[in-house]
């Protein structure tokens, strides 16, 4: 009998519940809901704290370069200098290009005169308009960190001294990494020695020549003459010497 009620009390229980399950859900739906929009507000506020992080570290990141530009003397200075050589440049350009016609179409220049038989073995002349009488001689030996260095970069020279009645001679060379400054030493002495030779046939006077060079250019032309001068003490045959040359201009040379 104990058994029977306890299996009848069991049974009540379980009749139950499905209702006890129904009310269960029921009061866990409001909740559920309440809980579902949190995410939302959540994903809203996470993005835009995003976007104020970025913000920040992009003004940080800007504001760093700024201040490692300045630190590099690369800053607001730097940007105005920049300006106003680019100014300055601009301003130039009309010379530039008046020299350039004269360079190109003048035909009191004489371009790319070989003197030997090395790539870039070649010189420019720059002769007066009116020839009545041997002219003195300016030997130019160009600039450009033995590197860039180009014959055409004395046109200017060139043709200011030609009005006054001189002759000038740019000498072209081999630049690095085509030649070491053995081989441009030896072009610009092959370029001496031509003209020492020749410069009577263009009008000029080979008892007056000048020997100048600018930058790169004044290294290698005094280095030129301190290896003649070597070979002559030593008595070595040479194509020309020193002695030709009235004067040596060294201009911000090395």
Known sequence: MENQGDTAHLLARVSTLPSILYNYHRRRK????????????????????????????????????????????????????FLGLALYAMLLMPGFIQ????????PLV????????????????????????PKPVVVFVTGGAWIIGYKAWGSLLGKQLSEHDIIVACIDY?????????????DVSQGISFVCSSIADYGGDPNRIY??????????????????????????????STSQIKAFFGLSGA
């Not at 100048?212 to 003490?233: M, N, P, R, W, Y």
Request: glycine share 8%; with cysteine; net charge positive.
């Open 30 to 81: 409001p909740s559920s809901k309440t809980k579902s929009t949190p995410p939302i507000i959540y994903n809203q506020g996470s993005f835009s704290r995003e976007i104020g992080h970025a913000a920040a570290e992009t003004y940080l990141i800007t504001r760093l370069s700024f201040k490692l530009l300045s630190c590099l003397g690369l800053g607001y200075r730097w940007i105005t200098r």
């Open 110 to 133: 004489r371009r790319s005169v070989v003197y030997g038989d090395q790539p870039r073995n070649r010189l420019d002349l720059y002769l007066p308009a009116k020839i009545d009488s």
């Open 99 to 106: 020299v350039a016609f004269y360079y190109f179409f003048s």
């Open 211 to 240: 020997l100048t060079g600018q930058s790169a250019g004044a290294h290698i032309s005094s280095c030129v003459l301190v290896k003649q001068a070597i070979k002559e003490s030593r008595g070595e045959t040479v194509s020309w």
């Open 174 to 186: 081999r630049n690095f990494p085509q030649g070491t400054i053995g081989d441009m030493v030896e």
